[in-house]
């Protein structure tokens, strides 16, 4: 799975709110959008004329990698700009790179994952990708079974300590009457069979 996310550097109660008829406009700015990396995410630094020293790296159980000259680098919670720019410093600071231009490209997010449940062909748990709206998280699922009631999907969000549900009706979604919903981490998406 590839993310076209490129960051260069240089140098305890739960609440269930209501359900929405749709999602608002509130529902769709207030995603932040958590892009720090965690285990089993894969990334690839570039540093700038060191061919050497780019490279792959899959975050470890530990929340590290192990970076040429510099040693292991805590990457876990960290943005991709913060890990490019830990890396920069650790560089310049050892003294093996004057002015060493730095950039993370991140390959694969592994850690953020959200499930698809109820009608459709194969429910379960899914990588995240970056982007992502309830009718691409529908399709990673296999799609609608014949019983689907469509435009009763459901999104539960948690947001802090409350649950909220967006009403997400792929139908109209579809048929572009309504915006598809961006998905974060953590969602479950649950879709009802019809009552005929």
């Known amino acids: ?74 990457v876990a919670g960290l943005e991709p700009p913060d890990v490019a720019e830990a890396i920069a410093t650790r560089l310049r600071d050892g003294q093996y790179l004057v002015a060493p231009h730095v950039s993370v490209v991140v390959r694969e997010v592994n850690s953020k994952r959200i499930s698809v449940l109820g009608a459709v062909r194969n429910p379960g748990t899914y990588p995240m990708r970056s982007g992502m709206g309830v009718v691409e998280a529908i399709g990673l699922a296999g799609g609608f079974t014949s019983l689907s009631n469509r435009n009763g999907t459901v999104i539960t969000r948690r947001t802090g300590d409350d649950l909220r549900r967006i009403s997400a009706p792929v139908d109209q979604i579809t048929n572009g009457n309504e915006i598809d919903i961006p998905i974060r981490s953590g969602d479950i998406i649950s879709v009802p069979e019809r009552i005929f």
Request: a negative charge; hydrophobic letters at 40%; charged letters at 20%.
């Open 1 to 74: 799975m590839l993310l076209a996310l490129v960051i260069a550097f240089s140098g305890a109660s739960t609440g269930c709110g209501p359900t929405a008829p749709h999602a608002t406009a509130a529902d769709l700015l207030n995603l932040d959008d958590d892009t720090s990396l965690g285990t089993g995410d894969v990334f690839e630094v570039r540093v700038y004329g060191e061919e050497d020293l780019s490279a792959d790296y899959r975050v470890a159980q530990d929340g590290g990698i192990d970076f040429p000259l510099i040693g292991r680098v805590e």
